[in-house]
């Protein structure tokens, strides 16, 4: 709260509702995005005083990189303004009510929210990010990994890493973990779900990074329910702001229903004909969907260049469209990242700079492309004759 009397008629609030584990503080929005940055588990609930604030929407906005979607927020001012109001509503507020505050007005509204009916206006969730790969070996999990860091540790979002290899695949490795059995759990009861019970199936990497597996044995079925992951994948929309998801394989039930789900799709790839047919079959799957979605393509050079590979703009002809993210070549960078860590985004030069610039990109934060870091697969010696896809 940003004065005293309205501390003080909160504080009587807290007290007289019985509500468990509230905390009442005099600060500014900032204060609180400094405290929201420090604590292991987010609130559920949030009421902030913005009657101070010279611009409300950007302290609710930078308020909103720190807090979960889930979080409930209401806001408290001075301005009886309808288009504030709307306004505020549209940014995933639940509720906006002025001063001065009492306790039947607090009673009402909060009582309200708590009693799980529906708020009036929400839409803020997390983004869901499927990351699919056009054969093995291209780097799918290397590029989860790293988006997973990059957005957790440099860009302070909550991030949630999804390992969708049944048998448990090398993310744990690559994030520098451990694997556990927290998604064959969930997945068990995935009827009984509840934040607490959701938060201790992950593994902690690090403040904001959370990783997620199954880790089937290797004589079990390892068959992942699609519609309880669907269901599974809705409530962690809520608790972060990004869900990664790294898929091992290219189609079936499961693929077909994430790709649909998710709101960025991020197709893996290298410069070989055998994985340009695949990428354009996976650019296909993401094209059936009702609504379209960003599709990311990155084309990524995992093996020394050489003479086999496509030049990029016979590449860019044979799925049809234009290649903004390349991974260049860098064998220590990527084997430091894989086997000792941390993650080749950490570091330094052209793969952990090319890396950075594809995060940025998922994340909003559009940076110019540097013409040095690029072309540099317009040097690679072109095929006689590019083979014809579909054929």
Known sequence: MADDV?????????LEAMIPHAFVFQGSV????????????PPEQLVVDVSKSAMPHT???????????????????????????????????????????????????????????????QIRTGKLVACLGSRGGVGTSTVAANMGWRLARDLERRVAVIDLDPFGGSLDILLGSQNNKGLADLLKNINQLDPHYVERSFVQVAPRLFLLSARYDLGEAGVLPAKSLNMLLVELKKLFHYVILDLPCRGGEIAASLVN???????????????????????????????????????????????????????????????????????????????????????????????????????????EANAA?????????????????GG
Not at 6 to 14: G, K, P, T
Not at 31 to 38: E, T
Not at 88 to 101: E, F, H
Not at 336 to 361: F, H, S, T, W, Y
Request: one cysteine or more.
């Open 59 to 121: 302290d609710l906005a930078n308020l909103a990189n720190v807090c979960p979607p889930g979080v409930s927020v209401v806001v408290v001012g001075e301005r009886n303004d309808i288009g504030l109001f709307r306004e505020l509503l549209r940014m995933g507020v639940d509720d906006y009510i002025v001063k001065p505050l009492t306790m039947d007005l607090l009673h009402r509204v909060m009582g309200r929210l708590n009693g799980r009916s529906e708020p009036v206006h």
């Open 261 to 367: 789900a998710a709101e960025t799709v991020v197709v893996v790839t290298e410069p070989s004909v055998i994985s340009t047919r695949e990428t354009v079959r996976l650019l296909q799957l993401a094209e059936l969907r009702d609504t379209k979605v960003p599709v990311m393509v990155v084309v990524n050079q995992p093996n020394q260049p050489g003479r086999a590979e496509l030049r990029l703009p016979d590449f860019e002809a044979a799925v049809g469209r234009r290649i903004l993210h390349v991974l260049p070549f860098d064998r220590d960078a990527a084997g430091l990242g894989e086997n000792i860590g941390p993650p080749v985004v950490a570091g330094k030069g052209p793969l952990a700079q090319a890396m950075r610039r594809l995060v940025d990109d998922l994340a909003g934060r559009h940076l």
């Open 373 to 389: 870091n690029v072309p540099f697969w317009r040097r690679l010696p072109a095929l006689g004759k590019f083979l014809k896809l």
């Open 30 to 41: 900032n204060d609180l995005i400094s405290m929201l940055a420090n604590v292991d588990h």
């Open 6 to 14: 309205s501390v003080s008629i909160l504080e009587m609030f807290v």
